[in-house]
């Protein structure tokens, strides 16, 4: 299989990631060029002890590293700027490549590691470091939708411990509208079945009905949303859930979720 068949499928995410790297599409297109013209011409090659894509990215870093290249975005006062770009370039830079490689590009840490030229436990620490700087700064009021009181209290400790507030707990799809009435979340943490029987899913679909917000389902019934039908669960935990994987998924919703105008009913 010739070299460009091989890289061909991985190749828009690895320009999706230069993009998110460096905050513009141009330049991150540019090292994505740099790293294929390189691999082309035998300067760089694929290590055989890594999967394609993980070869892939290994080669754009070592492009990236010995270019002497800056991993500063453009100003805050350029208006073209979208604010998760804005956000990514205040990370730290190396917390921020562990991140993305993880969060947006879904590599393992140990993959992310390999393609960082770092160890298991440094790629574990950048990623926690950037998750630090994320929740300090996308603190916001949180709607917990979810009718067992001890799963509630337990994701509650989770998201307060996370510096969020928050401002409601609702067990049934009742409560929940109700409680978005009176105070508009940035952030939904929904159960799918409710204590009078019904759904979390339903209650959601209220919600974004009218306003705009991240969401992430937290059930022990996952396939119930792997129905093709709206809203997909762009953030799906399954039950008995890590707190780990509840902080990640909570700082990746609110980082990755774009900011605009609520909603309003008809």
Known sequence: MSLLARLAPHLPYVRRYARALTGDQTTGDHYVRVALEALAA?????????????????????IWCTSGAQLEGPADDDSYVDDTTRRLMRIAPRSRQAFLLTALEGFTPSEAAQILDADFGEVEQLISEAQAEIDAELATDVLIIEDEPVIAADIEALVTELGHTVVDIAATRTEAVDAVNRKTPGLVLADIQLADGSS???????????????????TAFPERLLTGERPEPTFLITKPFQPETVKAAIGQALFFHPRKAKKQAA
């Open 42 to 62: 035998g300067e760089r090659t694929l290590q055989d002890t890594m999967t394609p894509r993980v070869a892939l990215y290994h080669v754009f870093h070592a």
């Open 200 to 218: 979390g899913i339903d209650a959601v679909k209220d919600i974004l009905a009218r306003y705009d917000v991240p969401v992430i389902f937290i």
